[in-house]
């Protein structure tokens, strides 16, 4: 099965809910990537950047779903938190959670690069900086 999934900066819920059946692209800055599942990821990365369980924030509501169209294509926001803590992170705290998402990951049957785990968290710490710069939020879209 493929899923597309893009990161994007959105001004608010509403304007990123409005992206639900075209996706952002075409209307604000977005990175790309595909056949992960991203609701797990920012569980997972807001476990390894800021710590908490990963049920604690399932059971909180993470990842906050701002739009769902009910077959899977879905827009949710990432949670103040993970973008605080990757706004912040530096490189090697990128490196190392590119490392331990890589491997559990692998723990689960899924294979995913390290190289690719690093390009996808440092690139998605940079667009949500330029979201806090812009005094926005960042948001995905999977269809």
Do not use: H
């Not at 390894?48 to 059971?59: A, R």
């Not at 938190?81 to 490189?91: F, T, V």
């Amino acid at each position: 099965m493929s899923i597309s999934i893009e990161f994007f900066v959105a001004p608010d819920d509403a304007s990123a809910a409005r992206v639900l059946e075209t996706g952002p692209r075409r209307t604000y800055e977005s990175l790309s990537f595909g056949n992960f599942d991203p609701e797990e990821a920012v569980v997972e990365w807001e476990c390894l950047f800021s710590g908490g369980s990963f049920e604690e924030l399932v059971e909180a509501g993470e990842p906050r779903i701002v739009a769902d169209q009910g077959d899977g294509c879905i827009v949710f926001a990432i949670s103040p938190r993970l973008s605080a803590a990757l706004a912040e992170a530096e490189r090697p705290e990128l490196k190392d959670a590119a490392v331990a998402w890589s491997l559990q990951r692998a723990e689960g049957g899924e294979v995913i690069d390290t190289e690719i785990a690093f390009v996808i968290l440092s690139d998605l710490a940079v667009l949500v900086s330029t979201a806090r710069r812009l005094g926005q939020d960042a948001y995905c879209w999977v269809a």
